[in-house]
């Protein structure tokens, strides 16, 4: 009997991972239409902004609480989740891993500005790296 209690609490925990793995990807895909604009120095602060206002509200980035942070140059391109522009191969990036272990990738300014919008919303300063 205790193995059968065992068993449903782990199964009633993955599915509660999962749940929040799928919300936090649906908030994410929702995003994907890239910001139009050029380059990542031409999108404006305030629509980086808004849109980490979403990924935050919909769960699909922390308020600062971050398992593991990474900067370094980026190796294959993809696209920035907070502005939805490429990063290219070379350029400095910071990939986030969430406490949900979800992979992000940010431009170092981005990662700057979500820095700050987690900070004002929370009252707290902005950490440093």
Do not use: Y
């Amino acid at each position: 009997m205790a193995d059968s209690t065992t068993r449903c609490t782990r199964s009633l925990d993955t599915l509660d991972r999962s749940e929040s793995l799928m919300a936090e990807a649906r908030v994410i895909l929702e995003l994907r239409r890239p910001i139009r604009g050029g380059a990542d120095s031409d999108v404006a602060e305030s629509d980086i902004r808004t849109r980490l206002r979403v990924l935050i509200g919909g769960g699909a980035l922390p308020r600062i609480e971050l398992n593991q942070v990474w900067a370094g140059r980026c190796g294959a391109a993809h696209a920035c989740t907070a502005c939805g522009q490429a990063i290219g191969v070379g350029e400095t990036e910071f990939e986030v891993t969430t406490p949900a272990e979800v992979v992000l990738f940010l431009h170092c300014r981005c990662f700057d500005i979500w820095m700050r919008e987690t900070a004002s919303a929370s009252g707290e300063a902005p950490p440093k790296h």
